[in-house]
């Protein structure tokens, strides 16, 4: 299973990004699809996950200003980030919890990592 993710980029404070990821492979069902973030020397964080296409959870410091939004039939997941701040500046991953043709256990997955910079 890849997830290709696109759409990082730099951006001034108070604007917007759209980031949109991928997943393709031997695919049976995504049981969950989202996003990440990393700054160097900090945790990776939560920033939203979509479970189904109308259930959803958003890290703290990103609700009300982005929006997580999922096509099953296309395995896509996008995220719509609005209000961008500095400290939203990050190296941002796609993830996606996969259950793989013919597995019993779902897998995990990564994507590789798309900048997003926002300059004050």
């Known amino acids: 299973v890849q997830l290709q993710a696109c759409g990082g980029g730099l951006v001034q404070a108070g604007g917007s990004l759209r980031l949109s990821c991928a997943a393709s492979?031997?695919?049976?069902?995504?049981?969950?699809m989202g996003w990440y973030r990393q700054v160097p020397g900090k945790q990776r964080e939560l920033v939203a996950t979509a479970t189904s296409v109308i259930s959803t959870n958003y890290g703290d410091s990103v609700k009300g200003r982005f929006s997580i939004s999922r096509d099953n039939a296309k395995n896509t997941v996008s995220l719509q980030m609005n209000s961008l701040r500095a400290d939203d500046t990050a190296v941002y991953y796609c993830y996606a919890n996969v259950n793989r043709v013919g597995a019993v256990l779902a897998t995990s997955y990564w994507g590789q990592g798309t900048l997003v910079t926002v300059s004050s």
């Open positions: 492979g031997r695919i049976s069902r995504i049981n969950v």
